[in-house]
């Protein structure tokens, strides 16, 4: 792939994984004993996965954290 892409899904996902939206997932993989390096990689994949998604449904952009606020309130 693109090495400036995968550079900004890496500098993405470093963001994402203090976010409490991608926190449990960043953890989660660390706790399986993954280097963070690895979870990292991960976590920009899945980055990459949600904004394709949201561009092909050109939908915005839902938390689940968000969503479950929603249904709770």
Same mark, same amino acid.
């Given at each position: +792939?693109? %090495?400036?892409?995968?550079? #900004?899904?890496? @500098? =993405?996902?470093?963001? *994402?994984?203090?976010?409490? &939206? ?10 399986? +004993?993954? %280097?963070?390096?690895?979870? #990292?990689?991960? @976590? =920009?994949?899945?980055? *990459?996965?949600?904004?394709? &998604? ?20």
């Amino acid at each position: +792939g693109h %090495a400036e892409l995968r550079r #900004l899904l890496y @500098l =993405a996902a470093m963001q *994402a994984c203090r976010t409490p &939206a991608w926190r449990d997932v960043y953890q989660r993989h660390l706790e399986r +004993g993954l %280097a963070p390096v690895q979870t #990292l990689v991960i @976590l =920009a994949r899945k980055l *990459a996965r949600v904004a394709f &998604a949201i561009l092909r449904n050109g939908s915005n952009y839902q938390s689940r954290i968000t969503k479950s606020a929603c249904v709770e309130t």
